[in-house]
């Protein structure tokens, strides 16, 4: 509505507008996710900052100190799902970066898909990306920029105009051919003028070039730019069956330091480009972390911490056994992934047995092992999860001789904050603990459209 006009509605009728409530909303929002960023180091790391990075974040934005995630564990690609959906993994279908096919017992990755090898199917719920494109009739711009393909594809949402991530052999910027022919050629184009591509530069390089190519943020409709980074010191592509934590630097925590200022410099680069471009009260920033750290293993035997190993698939196996002979022959015990059991349930069905028995008597039983802290049924969707989630002991190590997966289990809690800058928001800082799951309903909020369609939560205060 014209601001004039709502004045003059506002006159006639005796209503009270304020300042606030005609604030146009921003041309152009930039939510921006760091993988495996941390209060600590940010705030360590602080006296070493440029004016216009984290300083300036910091200092002129709204930080909320206490943000946390309201599932666990929670891994990047089950974060960034989080961020553009609003909800947890019991809505958005995302439970990690891969889970076990229920059908086949074979692994599968959230963004594979058997057209296009690669999209957002596997999200069940809409993304605020998605809702601006409803809300606009598609008129809204929606990109996404990221290393790996989990985060590129997973913060774009299904509507998107575009997703774009990296791959390894060769390195270059690809993506699906779910975006359609435009995409494909546009990135291929981009391609072949870049001499050089690695990590967080590259990304925030080419999300500048979405910017401007696509004409983002220059008209009254609001768009998208969605930009993944990286704060844990590894340059990151696709890689969809490597785990980043074997590859962690020797000397992790010196290596961070550089991280986290060159870091710095490349936000101030971004976000000043960006405000030159269109004016700080046209664009909204939305900074937050993932909520994990990948960590070197640590030998806690030899300073005489009590650990201990829990072998997950010895444990499935000897529950089988024991479920037999509770209720006959059969393989009760399907499979195992990470932390998680699953359970036949078509033999329970056929046997007569309801599941929430098996369930029990199975808890019962495996809270029994050595290492074990405590056995729950999944919160999350069993269409992607096990029916039982094996709570190590912190400092007890995780082992799968099967699969070859292994992790020292931790309960230490990851401080990030969110940080919301430029679009008129003030400058203050809030403790009270808050959810990465309310940045989507607030940056609807500011764009004045609908949250995605299962986020239950309050904009941040």
């Not at 479920?323 to 078509?346: P, S, T």
């Not at 405590?374 to 992607?384: D, G, H, L, T």
């Not at 039982?388 to 912190?394: Q, S």
Request: proline content about 6%; overall charge negative.
């Amino acid at each position: 509505m014209n601001k004039y006009l709502a004045l003059l509605i506002a006159a006639l009728y005796g209503i009270d507008i304020d300042a606030q409530t005609l604030k146009p909303a921003p041309r152009l929002v930039v939510n921006i996710a760091i993988d495996q960023l941390r209060t600590d180091y940010l705030e360590h790391f602080a006296p070493l900052y440029g004016t216009d990075g984290f300083r300036k974040l910091l200092t002129e934005g709204c930080v909320y100190e206490a943000a946390g995630y309201p599932f666990s564990p929670v891994d990047r690609a089950s974060a960034i799902a989080a961020i553009a959906t609003g909800t947890t993994p019991r809505y958005n279908g995302i439970a990690g970066t891969k889970w076990l096919d229920r059908n086949t017992l074979h692994p599968v990755h959230c963004t594979d898909d058997s057209k296009h090898v690669a999209s957002p199917a596997r999200m069940t719920t809409s993304t605020i990306g998605d809702e601006l494109k409803i809300s606009t009739g598609g008129a809204a711009v929606v990109y996404s920029v990221a290393a790996n393909e989990d985060a590129a594809i997973l913060s774009a949402g299904h509507a998107a105009d575009g997703a774009f991530w990296l791959t390894d052999t060769p390195l270059r910027w690809t993506t699906s051919s779910y975006y359609g022919d435009t995409a494909l050629k546009w990135i291929k184009a981009y391609n072949s003028t870049q001499k050089q591509i690695s990590g967080n530069e590259a990304i925030i390089a080419l999300a500048e070039k979405c910017v401007s190519t696509y004409v983002m943020g220059r008209d009254n409709t609001p768009d998208l730019l969605s930009v993944t980074l990286s704060a844990n010191g590894i340059t990151e592509t696709n890689q969809k069956g490597t785990e980043s934590s074997n590859t962690i630097p020797s000397d992790w925590q010196t290596d961070l330091l550089p991280v986290y200022t060159t870091l710095d410099r490349q936000l101030a680069t971004l976000i000043s480009n960006i405000e030159q471009a269109f004016g700080r009260e046209q664009v909204l920033f939305i900074l937050t972390g993932t909520g994990y750290t990948d960590e070197p293993p640590t030998d806690y035997a030899r300073y005489r911490v009590p650990t201990g190993t829990f072998h997950i698939d010895r444990t499935a196996n000897l529950l089988n056994m024991y479920l037999v002979a509770v209720y006959g022959q059969g393989r009760y015990v399907e499979a195992c992934a990470g932390n998680q059991i699953y359970l036949n349930r078509k033999l329970i069905e056929d046997r007569h047995i309801t599941l929430a028995e098996v369930v029990s008597r199975s808890k019962d039983f495996l809270t029994q092992s050595a290492g074990v802290r405590s056995v729950s049924e999944s919160p999350n969707s069993p269409a992607v999860s096990g029916d039982l989630i094996v709570e190590v002991t912190p400092g007890w190590q995780l082992v799968n001789d099967e699969t070859g997966e292994q992790y020292t289990s931790r309960a230490a809690f990851i401080p990030f904050p969110i940080i919301v800058y430029g679009a008129g928001t003030q400058p203050r800082r809030v403790t009270t603990p808050v959810s990465v799951c309310q940045i989507a309903p607030t940056i609807a909020r500011a764009i004045r459209i609908r949250a995605p369609n299962a986020c239950a939560d309050a904009p941040l205060p």
